[in-house]
């Protein structure tokens, strides 16, 4: 196994060993127990993260990159705005129901507890989610929409807006608090959200 191999190798074991001792411990996690899940020393954590919050922020973006990759095969880009809006509600929808589905709530829920004890944390975990949601934002722009095209302001509204509803229906649907929001219903709320043409 070359170095680059075995880097990528500890890398991947300690976001997975993360994943899990942070979805339980939340901000009690100990980097000595993810490093032994992991079968590196704390040492390769600082190597690779060079902290524990640099881990804590690669994991979130690990996490959320394929679901980008999915939204984007999701909404082809020749759907209108309002089109486009309803495929990615009804893709959300799907994943309120994926069967690590509890395991992501629990991950969001111990993720919010951390960030609100730790303001690096914070700052540093909206600045990833901020660019994590830079590809949504240039997913929607452009898209035709009332005569015109949605502009990059637009569609940086219609996110914010979009990921705080769907993030709290999935909530609700996995929790069971929303057992009649079914895809219509995540659509219909999705477009009530768009810009006026």
């Not at 001792?21 to 954590?45: F, H, K, P």
């Amino acid at each position: 196994m070359t170095r680059a191999e075995s880097k990528e190798r500890n890398r991947r074991a300690l976001l997975d060993a993360a994943f899990e001792v942070v979805s339980r411990d939340g901000y009690r996690a100990r980097l000595e127990e993810i490093a032994e899940r992991a079968g590196v020393t704390t040492g390769a954590v600082y190597s690779l993260f060079g902290s524990k919050n640099g881990l804590v922020v690669a994991l979130v973006a690990d996490y959320l990159r394929p679901h980008y990759a999915e939204i984007e095969r999701a909404v082809p880009a020749e759907l209108d705005l309002l089109a486009a809006v309803d495929a990615f509600a009804r893709y959300y929808r799907r994943t309120c129901d994926a069967a690590d589905a509890l395991p992501a709530l629990s991950l969001q829920v111990t993720l919010l507890d951390m960030a609100v004890h730790d303001p690096d944390l914070r700052a540093r975990l909206a600045e990833s989610v901020r660019a994590q949601e830079q590809h949504l934002i240039e997913l929607f722009t452009g898209r035709p929409h009332g005569g015109g095209a949605v502009t990059p302001e637009q569609a940086r509204h219609l996110v914010t807006a979009l990921r705080a509803l769907f993030v709290g229906l999935c909530q609700g649907v996995v929790l069971g608090l929303a057992p009649d929001a079914d895809e219509q219903f995540f659509a219909d709320a999705a477009r009530a959200l768009t810009p006026r043409p």
